[in-house]
């Protein structure tokens, strides 16, 4: 599961300080001006529109929306349909107050996260300046996850603040202040890594980038810059690689479990960032459907009996010269919730529908998900399958795949 905003974390102080924002401006009254075009931190700055690519009957996600004024233009200006997501009640009642009644445009409070994974999935999810208030461990996952295969991804960040103070190295928070118009501010706390490290959690997330364009001042005496990300989900799902390093001697063979029911697919996410079926290393002297039973246990909670696992086949490829197995196996029933255990190093589990399987999936588990589906949208490294006899469970003798 997402982690809930920690009280007094950052961003719990976040949300704190764009409610006293929007309420900063709801008692002024300021005027809210139309946009004609999306500023990405500057106005008239940055990449048009176009930028977003296609939008004309699109779903689109605005994340982080303010008043809903960027929202509103591609409503109007572009026939796109738009969900404007805010946690900051304030913000939300002001965009409500000047766009509540606009045809194809939803505003909804809700904390980005928890949209994110709800939400069916959208064609284009772009973001002027919010990203940075969410942790990316939280956010990037279910962006990736509530991305259409082939679409978009844009998004503006952080680059030098207005006292000319740079990225970090690392995907850390740091105190920013966010000013308020005619007087005043508060403290926010921002992630603001170098782009470069944004290029790695994206493509971690099995987000492929596709431009960082610099937006800069107007004002050649201010300092402050903004970098925006243009992002595509690829239209198949990418496995992620193995580790190199080998195996200890029994560890050579494993199980994946696949439980597919009314809810879709059950799948964990590793503290690496796979996505992964409950599996695991076969022990020495246990047979495979009590490796898959005693996995499934330890890792979710769920209880099976091994008389409800059907033996699929064994995946063979090798890794670092050294030959790997796996056994794909289907659970036709259990018993239980999943939930994350203590001590194990997959948690998060979720159900996926099978036509949105999130990127990033571990090899293993892509490898046993297309021996059970072979139409499943996976791409990943070759393997010979080994198809076990479905009565039985029993390999069939000379027929790889």
Known sequence: MPRPLAPGGPESLNAEAWQAYAT?????????????????????AGPDESFLGELTGRRVLDLGCGTARHAARLVGAHGATVDAVDLAPGQIERARDRYGSL???RLIRADAVEHLRTAPPY???YSVGAV???DPRRLLPALATALAPGGTLCFSVLHTNSLGQGPTAEAVARPETLRFAGSGGTTVHMWVPAPEVWEELLTAHGLHVTDVVPVTSPDPGNPAAYRVFRARRPARVLARPRSGRPPVAHAAIGVGAILHGPRGLLLGRHRRGTWELPGGT??????LRDTVVRELREETGLRADPARVRLLGTSLDQVGGVVRMTVGAVVTDWEGEPADQPGESVGDWRWYPLDRLPPSLFECSAQSLTAWRPDLPIDHAPAHFTPYDERTGDERTGDDG
């Open 24 to 44: 900063h401006h709801l008692r002024r009254g300021t005027a809210l001006a139309e946009a004609d075009r999306i500023d990405w931190g500057f106005p008239g």
């Open 282 to 287: 076969v022990e020495p002297g246990e047979s």
């Open 123 to 125: 064609d284009v999810i």
């Open 103 to 105: 045809p194809g445009l």
């Open 132 to 134: 940075p208030y969410v």
